[in-house]
C-alpha cells in the first residue's frame, strides 16, 4: 500500500527566501506525482503534475522534482510572497487510478 | 464555467442523524470521488465512481454510503454508523489526460460537517 509522507509539517519564513518542501513516498511504481495548493477553508487547486517518465516540472517560480528510485519529490518556491501562504499537498497516483495523499505542508510567508 | 458544486458549505448535526452532503460536476468527467480531511491529515478516500451505476469503497467507507444516478452527480451520505463524523469533505471529479495518461483531478469548495 502506497504511503505518502511530507516534512516538514509547517514552515514560517520572510518573504523573499527560497523554499523547499519535501514528500516522500513508500511505492515507486507511481504513474506520476502531483502537488497541490489548498486555501485555509477550501478545496485543493493543481499546481504541478510530473510523470513518471519526467524528472522535473516548472511553473512560473514554482519547480517540482521526482526521484522515483529514491521515493522523494521536491517542491520548490522561490522568491517566495506572502500569497504562497497556504497548505501545499503532494498526491502519487498508482493503479486503479487512485491518488495517495500526504499530510500536507502548511506554508506561512511573512511580508 | 465548468466547475465542481459543493453544498452545502456548512452543515450541523445531531447524533444519530443521517445527513447527505451534494456534489455536481459540469466538467463532463466520467470519474468522481469523495475525500475526507481531518486536522494536520491528509485526504483519505472514502467512495469513488469511474461511471454512472457504479462506485467502490475506498479506505474509510464505514460509515458513508453514496450513487451515482447520474453522471453530473455523486451525493454522499454520512449515516449514524459514522462513529466520528465531524470533518471536512472534499468531492473531486477527473478526467484522464490524452498525451501523458494522468488522472487530473479537479476539486469542489467542500462542505464541513460538524457534529454536535
Known amino acids: 500500500k502506497q504511503e505518502v509522507t511530507q516534512i516538514p509539517a509547517a514552515l514560517s519564513v520572510p518573504e523573499g527566501e527560497n523554499l523547499v518542501l519535501n514528500c516522500s513516498f513508500t511505492?515507486?511504481?507511481?504513474?506520476?506525482l502531483q502537488w497541490f495548493r489548498q486555501d485555509p477553508g477550501k478545496g485543493l487547486t493543481s499546481l504541478l503534475l510530473i510523470q513518471s517518465s519526467q524528472r522535473e516540472q516548472t511553473s512560473g517560480r514554482l519547480n517540482a522534482s521526482l526521484d522515483k528510485s529514491s521515493g522523494r519529490s521536491t517542491l520548490y518556491i522561490a522568491a517566495s510572497q506572502p500569497g504562497d501562504s497556504a497548505t501545499y499537498l503532494c498526491?502519487?497516483?498508482?493503479?486503479?487510478?487512485?491518488?495517495?495523499f500526504g499530510e500536507g505542508t502548511q506554508l506561512t510567508v511573512n511580508p | 464555467d465548468g466547475g465542481i458544486t459543493q453544498s452545502p458549505k456548512y452543515l450541523f448535526r445531531k447524533e444519530g442523524q443521517n445527513v447527505t452532503l451534494s456534489c455536481e460536476q459540469n466538467l463532463n468527467h466520467d470519474a468522481m470521488y469523495w475525500y475526507r480531511q481531518d486536522p494536520g491529515q491528509g485526504l483519505r478516500l472514502i467512495y469513488y465512481s469511474q461511471i454512472v451505476n457504479d462506485f467502490q469503497k475506498g479506505d474509510i467507507a464505514e460509515g458513508y454510503s453514496v450513487s451515482r444516478e447520474k453522471k453530473e452527480s455523486f451525493p454522499l451520505t454520512v449515516t449514524s454508523a459514522q462513529k466520528n463524523p465531524t470533518a471536512f469533505y472534499l468531492c473531486?471529479?477527473?478526467?484522464?489526460?490524452?498525451?501523458?495518461?494522468?488522472?487530473?483531478?479537479?476539486f469542489g469548495a467542500g462542505s464541513r460537517l460538524t457534529v454536535l
Open positions: 511505492d515507486s511504481a507511481i504513474y506520476n
Open positions: 473531486a471529479s477527473s478526467r484522464r489526460d490524452t498525451v501523458s495518461g494522468a488522472n487530473v483531478l479537479t
Open positions: 498526491a502519487g497516483e498508482t493503479s486503479g487510478s487512485r491518488l495517495t
